[in-house]
């Protein structure tokens, strides 16, 4: 079975649906790749800020 | 001549370029199948290895494959599976997936199978566009 940490889920959840989300929503190879880690750095990113909100909020 | 073009757009044929409709069914029911068709080799490939991929880490966390639906979460988890298409048929033939869900794990594979399949669809869409013109 495979059991990747939370942190290691969302990595791999967010570089799968970037990478469908920069190829489908931009035209050119250059603008596919920026969107692309945009939408990554924006899926990571919002993971990490929202996991210390609701850490903060429990304590 | 106008009036035989328009029916043969109403009918979804293109009388130069196949059945318009064939990347899209075809995209659906193979993950970058669609791409594939026209050409788009690298985009296809890409698609194809993201929504293989993360269907089957869902099933290798032990996620469910929803099979009936008893509430309107689980119509909705069923409609975003059959999104993956045939990947989702073969899955259900060979008995893949968990019945229940009883590890936060297989709660992420449940949700990394019903994502690749609504990923699957936007990438389905996304041959359309291009077999049209609507996309470059």
């Known amino acids: 079975m495979f059991s990747p940490s939370h942190f290691a889920s969302v990595l791999l959840f967010a570089l799968f649906a970037s990478v469908v989300f920069g190829i489908t929503q931009r035209e050119t190879p250059n603008r596919m790749f920026r969107y692309g880690a945009y939408c990554f750095i924006l899926f990571v990113g919002s993971a990490i800020v929202l996991s210390w909100v609701m850490y903060a909020i429990a304590r | ?136």
């Open chain 2, 1 to 136: 001549m106008a009036a035989t073009e328009d029916k043969n757009i109403a009918a979804g044929q293109s009388s130069d370029q196949g059945f318009v409709y064939l990347p899209l069914i075809a995209g659906w029911l193979v993950p970058g199948a669609g791409h594939f068709l026209l050409r788009k080799w690298g985009r296809g490939a890409l698609l194809a290895g993201s929504i293989l991929s993360m269907f089957a880490m869902g099933l290798a966390m032990q996620g469910k494959l929803y099979a009936n639906a008893h509430d309107i979460l689980d119509m909705l988890g069923f409609a975003g599976d059959l999104g993956s298409g045939l990947l989702y048929v073969v899955g259900r033939a060979m008995g893949l997936g968990a019945e229940n869900v009883q590890l936060t794990t297989a709660d992420y594979g449940t949700r990394f199978i019903v994502v690749a399949g609504l990923l699957n669809i936007i990438a389905a869409v996304d041959a359309h566009n291009l077999r049209t013109g609507r996309k470059a």
